[in-house]
């Protein structure tokens, strides 16, 4: 019997008929008292955040909810719809396209926050050192639709010295992400504004979630958005709609 018990091991979950404990604590204990940001953390993390924390942690869920049809992960979700998919597998199929390039920034802001961290004050050649790793892009930064800023970096930023200010957090990554902003400004003599991943990943740093975790918690939150376009496109109708109207064609590069 050990064998088979032993199969799959978890902290997170204790369960038997009638019984069900999550991170130790009872269902039962945990519903009506938990909100759902606060139990995303205890589920993933085993502990519970402070009520600052969760505060900040749900802003930076809210946050990146969505951002339109043209995001190629909610065009997935709407598409799937008109193919006759139920909302299940819109939203499978729109998940699995938060990809490195479409849906990763805000790992990849973390990690490149938590390379600068090692020797902040060497933050020309940590970010150099980033380049010629992974290619010229800084994660984080500038925005190819909202110019010059994006609206909800400015926001979280201002979440996150409210809750410096008040002994939640450290505020250590918060100076870090703003003095990339200001050597990347610097290197490029125009301004190259934070922008919803790399602000969100402050907020991850600054609770101390690993990087691969911004992703998986970017999913989540994009998840809501994703759910009400594909919620939204199967009451609309529509049949086989692809990612443009159909008197449009594609250009042939052949002979």
Not at 45 to 53: E, K, L, V
Not at 102 to 126: F, I, K, R, T
Not at 222 to 232: D, F, P, Q, Y
């Amino acid at each position: 019997m050990s064998d088979v018990s032993d199969w799959w091991r978890t902290s997170i979950i204790d369960m038997e008929p009638g019984r069900i404990e999550l991170r130790g604590s009872p269902i039962q204990d945990l519903i009506g008292t938990v909100g759902f940001a606060e139990m995303i953390w205890l589920m993933v993390r085993g502990d519970r955040p402070t009520p600052d924390q969760a505060q900040l942690f749900e802003a930076a869920l809210v946050s990146a909810v969505d951002h339109g049809p043209q995001a190629p992960s909610i065009a997935a979700a709407r598409m799937a719809v008109t193919c006759g998919l139920p909302l299940n597998n819109a939203m499978a199929s729109a998940v699995n396209m938060l990809g490195d390039v479409h849906g990763g920034a805000g790992q990849q802001a973390v990690e490149l926050y938590y390379l600068v961290a090692e020797s902040p004050a060497d933050l020309p050649q940590s970010l150099d050192k980033w380049r010629a790793e992974h290619g010229k892009i800084i994660p984080g930064f500038g925005h190819r639709f909202h110019k010059p800023t994006d609206p909800r970096a400015p926001r979280l930023m201002e979440l996150v010295r409210d809750a410096a200010a008040k002994g939640a957090v450290s505020g250590r990554f918060a100076d870090i992400g703003e003095a990339i902003e200001a050597q990347i400004t610097l290197e490029k003599g125009q301004p190259v504004p934070m922008n919803i991943d790399g602000a969100t990943a402050v907020i991850y740093a600054e609770l101390g979630f690993a990087p691969p975790l911004a992703r998986g918690l970017f999913c989540l939150s994009r998840s809501v958005g994703i759910l009400a376009h594909a919620w939204e496109q199967q009451q609309q109708g529509g049949r086989n709609k692809g990612p443009t109207p159909p008197h449009y064609r594609w250009t042939y590069d052949g002979n």
